[in-house]
C-alpha cells in the first residue's frame, strides 16, 4: 500500500532499532586494546588493608605449608555465570525484544534479536551495501514475519573467550624472597651510638633480609603488596679506644655478661689524639651495633611492561618492630657484647622505593629481581645527629600466583 | 548476574564479562556507526575505538540513567570526534521546508536501501540527520557537538530530508521501471 510518509518516521521505523553484528576480528582488537582505567567506586583502603592485614594474619598463623591455591578458589567464584543469570540481563534490558540465548557446551552461542519495527517488512533484499562482501549484512527470514541478524560467528565465542582461562585469572600471589641488605646513612657519617663518637668514621655492614611477600593484582597496572621480613643490619663505628676494666666476676652463679659492659671505658680515638696519653693501655678498636627488624611493608606495584619479562615499579612504606639489639665491641680479635643501644626505638618506618623485574617461568610461578631502597625514619630517639639511615637491598625470590 | 554487576565485573577487567557486554550490545553499537559513517571500514574503525573506550571508562559508569545510553553517547561521541578531527567545511544555509513527504510503498523499501542512502548522504547532513532524527538530540545539542548555528542545524536537516527524498523517490521508480 502506498501512502505518503514523512521521511523522518520511514528512517525512524526502519534503522532506529537495527541491529548488525560487527566482524569478527573487532573483538579481538578491541579485547587487545582494554586498558581499565580506575573505578570512581572503588574498595575504600582501610578495607584493602584490612583484607592484607587478615592474609598477613592467616599465612603467619597457618603456615606456608597451608597456603595451596585450591584453598584460595572462592574468590574467583564470581567470574562464572550461568545462562540463567545472562538470560535474565538480556530480559530486563530489553523489554522491546525477544531474546533467546542458546547454551552450548555451556556458553552462550548466539543472541539473536527481533527488530520489531521490521515485522510488517519480511522482503529484505540481500544486496550488498558495499562492493567487498558485508558479511554483517541482514538477511530475510521468508518463512517467519519476522527479522534476525544472522552472523553469530561474529561474536566473540569460545574461541575468542575462553571461559576456563578467564575463570583462572590469578590475582594473588606469595613468594619467598631474600636479599642482601646493604645498610648506611644519609648526612654526616656520624655514629648513632654516642655524640662523642660524632667525629669517627662508620661504615654500614652488609646483612640479609628474607621473608615472606602476598600481592594482591588491583587491576591490569597495580598490585598492592605485603609480607613480613626479617632484617638484620649492622652499623660499625670505627677507631674508637677502649680500656678493659678489672672485672669482679663472681665464678658461680653468673648471670649476666662476665665482664660488666660499664667497667669498660670506651672513648672516641680522634678525641683522644690531643692527648696521646688519656689512654695509656687502651686497644683501638669498634663498636658494632647490630639490630634487627621485623618488617612489614605496604607498596604499591605499578606495571610498565607485561609479558614473560615484566617491568615494575614498587613505592610504598615499612613498619618495623626492633626485635634486636645488641652493641658489641670488637678490639683485637674479641667481641664482647656490651649492653644494647637504649636510642633506638621499637617502632620505626621507612619509605620504600625500586623496581622489579618479573619473569615468568611456568604457568604460575615466576621469578621477580628488586633492588629497593628503604629510607628510615624515626630510627633513633636521640644522640644521633642528622644520621639518617637507608638501606639497600636486592630482593630476589620465587612467586607463585594462585 | 544482574547488569550492575556485569558492569562492575567489567570495571574489574573481568573478559568474560566484557565478551558478554560485546555480545549484547554490540550489534545496536555497530549498527550505530553503519549509519554515521560512509562505509563499513570507517563504521569498524569508530565501533572498535567507542567500545574500547567503553570498557575503558566502564567503571565511571554511575548506575543512574541507562547503561545502554551511556555507550550510544560515547559511541556518537566517538563518531563525532572523528567527524570533527576532519575539519569539513560549513554548508551553506538553505532555506527548505521542514515536512518532506515521500510517496512510498514501505514493503519496497529495503533496510539495506535506506542504511545505503544515508551512508551516501553529504557528512554534514548524515550527522544531522542522524542526530536529530534517529537519535532524538535538539538542534541546540547538535548545534554543540558540530560547532555550528543552530540555523545551520536546521537547514542541513532539511537539506538531508529532502535529498534522501529525492533518492528514496529515485530508487522505487528505477525498481519499479526494472
Known amino acids: 500500500?502506498?501512502?505518503?510518509?514523512?521521511?523522518?518516521?520511514?528512517?525512524?521505523?526502519?534503522?532506529?532499532?537495527?541491529?548488525?553484528?560487527?566482524?569478527?576480528?573487532?573483538?579481538?582488537?578491541?579485547?587487545?586494546?582494554?586498558?581499565?582505567?580506575?573505578?570512581?567506586?572503588?574498595?575504600?583502603?582501610?578495607?584493602?588493608?584490612?583484607?592484607?592485614?587478615?592474609?598477613?594474619?592467616?599465612?603467619?598463623?597457618?603456615?606456608?605449608?597451608?597456603?595451596?591455591?585450591?584453598?584460595?578458589?572462592?574468590?574467583?567464584?564470581?567470574?562464572?555465570?550461568?545462562?540463567?543469570?545472562?538470560?535474565?540481563?538480556?530480559?530486563?534490558?530489553?523489554?522491546?525484544?525477544?531474546?533467546?540465548?542458546?547454551?552450548?557446551?555451556?556458553?552462550?552461542?548466539?543472541?539473536?534479536?527481533?527488530?520489531?519495527?521490521?515485522?510488517?517488512?519480511?522482503?529484505?533484499?540481500?544486496?550488498?551495501?558495499?562492493?567487498?562482501?558485508?558479511?554483517?549484512?541482514?538477511?530475510?527470514?521468508?518463512?517467519?514475519?519476522?527479522?534476525y541478524l544472522k552472523d553469530g560467528q561474529n561474536l566473540p565465542l569460545k574461541k575468542e573467550v575462553p571461559a576456563p582461562e578467564i575463570a583462572k585469572e590469578k590475582r594473588w600471589s606469595i613468594a619467598y624472597n631474600v636479599a642482601p641488605i646493604y645498610f648506611s646513612s644519609f648526612g654526616s657519617s656520624t655514629s648513632p651510638v654516642d655524640n662523642q663518637f660524632e667525629n669517627n668514621s662508620t661504615s654500614g655492614k652488609s646483612n640479609f633480609s628474607h621473608g615472606i611477600k602476598i600481592a594482591f593484582k588491583l587491576n591490569n597496572k597495580f598490585s598492592v603488596q605485603s609480607g613480613v621480613n626479617l632484617v638484620d643490619v649492622g652499623y660499625t663505628t670505627n677507631n674508637i679506644h677502649l680500656t678493659p676494666g678489672?672485672?669482679?666476676?663472681?665464678?658461680?652463679?653468673?648471670?649476666?655478661?662476665?665482664?660488666?659492659?660499664?667497667?669498660?671505658?670506651?672513648?672516641?680515638?680522634?678525641?683522644?689524639?690531643?692527648?696521646?696519653?688519656?689512654?695509656?693501655?687502651?686497644?683501638?678498636?669498634?663498636?658494632?651495633?647490630?639490630?634487627?627488624?621485623?618488617?612489614?611493608?605496604?607498596?604499591?606495584?605499578?606495571?610498565?611492561?607485561?609479558?614473560?619479562?615484566?617491568?615494575?615499579?614498587?613505592?610504598?612504606?615499612?613498619?618495623?618492630?626492633?626485635?634486636?639489639?645488641?652493641?658489641?665491641?670488637?678490639?683485637?680479635?674479641?667481641?664482647?657484647?656490651?649492653?644494647?643501644?637504649?636510642?633506638?626505638?621499637?617502632?620505626?618506618?621507612?619509605?620504600?622505593?625500586?623496581?622489579?623485574?618479573?619473569?615468568?617461568?611456568?604457568?604460575?610461578?615466576?621469578?621477580?629481581?628488586?633492588?629497593?631502597l628503604k629510607v628510615q625514619t624515626n630510627t633513633f630517639s636521640k644522640s644521633t645527629g642528622d644520621f639518617q639511615p637507608y638501606y639497600l637491598g636486592i630482593y630476589t625470590g620465587l612467586n607463585f600466583k594462585f | 548476574m544482574s547488569l550492575n554487576k556485569l558492569i562492575k565485573q567489567c570495571a574489574l577487567n573481568d573478559k568474560k564479562a566484557q565478551a558478554t557486554v560485546y555480545q549484547l550490545y554490540g550489534g545496536k553499537l555497530f549498527a550505530l556507526c553503519l549509519k554515521y559513517s560512509n562505509n563499513k571500514q570507517e563504521a569498524q574503525d569508530s565501533f572498535q575505538d567507542g567500545f574500547i573506550i567503553i570498557f575503558n571508562k566502564i567503571g565511571q559508569f554511575n548506575f543512574k540513567g541507562s547503561f545502554e545510553g551511556w555507550m550510544k553517547r560515547i559511541m556518537v561521541n566517538t563518531v563525532l570526534q572523528k567527524y570533527r578531527k576532519k575539519n569539513v567545511l560549513n554548508i551553506v544555509t538553505e532555506d527548505i521546508p521542514d515536512e518532506i513527504i515521500v510517496d512510498v510503498d514501505e514493503e519496497e523499501v529495503s533496510l539495506d536501501m535506506l542504511l545505503k542512502l544515508i551512508q551516501e548522504l553529504p557528512e554534514r547532513y548524515r550527522m544531522v540527520f542522524n542526530l536529530y532524527v534517529l537519535d532524538g538530540y535538539t538542534h541546540k545539542e547538535i548545534s554543540s557537538f558540530l560547532n555550528i548555528a543552530e540555523g545551520t542545524s536546521k537547514s542541513n536537516l532539511s537539506r538531508a530530508r529532502f535529498i534522501l527524498k529525492e533518492k528514496v523517490e529515485s530508487v522505487l521508480s528505477d525498481q519499479i521501471s526494472g
Open chain 1, 246 to 372: 678489672v672485672a669482679i666476676v663472681s665464678l658461680a652463679d653468673i648471670s649476666e655478661a662476665p665482664i660488666n659492659s660499664s667497667k669498660i671505658p670506651v672513648a672516641s680515638l680522634e678525641k683522644s689524639l690531643s692527648k696521646p696519653n688519656a689512654f695509656p693501655n687502651s686497644n683501638t678498636g669498634s663498636i658494632d651495633q647490630v639490630f634487627g627488624y621485623v618488617e612489614i611493608p605496604l607498596e604499591i606495584k605499578y606495571q610498565i611492561t607485561e609479558g614473560k619479562l615484566g617491568l615494575n615499579i614498587v613505592g610504598g612504606f615499612s613498619t618495623l618492630f626492633l626485635n634486636k639489639n645488641e652493641l658489641l665491641i670488637e678490639a683485637d680479635g674479641f667481641t664482647t657484647n656490651i649492653g644494647e643501644a637504649s636510642n633506638l626505638k621499637d617502632i620505626n618506618f621507612s619509605g620504600n622505593i625500586g623496581v622489579d623485574v618479573d619473569y615468568l617461568i611456568h604457568k604460575n610461578l615466576y621469578i621477580n629481581v628488586s633492588p629497593m
Open chain 1, 1 to 147: 500500500m502506498r501512502e505518503e510518509k514523512n521521511i523522518d518516521r520511514l528512517f525512524q521505523e526502519k534503522l532506529k532499532d537495527l541491529e548488525v553484528f560487527p566482524p569478527k576480528k573487532s573483538w579481538d582488537i578491541i579485547e587487545k586494546r582494554i586498558v581499565v582505567s580506575p573505578a570512581k567506586r572503588r574498595i575504600p583502603f582501610w578495607v584493602r588493608i584490612t583484607s592484607i592485614a587478615a592474609m598477613l594474619l592467616a599465612f603467619i598463623t597457618l603456615g606456608n605449608r597451608y597456603i595451596a591455591p585450591n584453598n584460595l578458589g572462592g574468590f574467583q567464584q564470581f567470574i562464572f555465570k550461568t545462562k540463567d543469570s545472562i538470560k535474565g540481563i538480556v530480559q530486563n534490558e530489553n523489554t522491546k525484544k525477544e531474546t533467546s540465548i542458546t547454551d552450548t557446551n555451556n556458553e552462550v552461542t548466539e543472541l539473536k534479536t527481533k527488530v520489531i519495527s521490521l515485522n510488517a517488512h519480511p522482503q529484505i533484499s540481500e544486496t550488498t551495501l558495499e562492493e567487498d562482501s558485508f558479511s554483517e549484512k541482514v538477511s530475510q527470514e521468508n518463512t517467519k514475519s519476522s527479522f
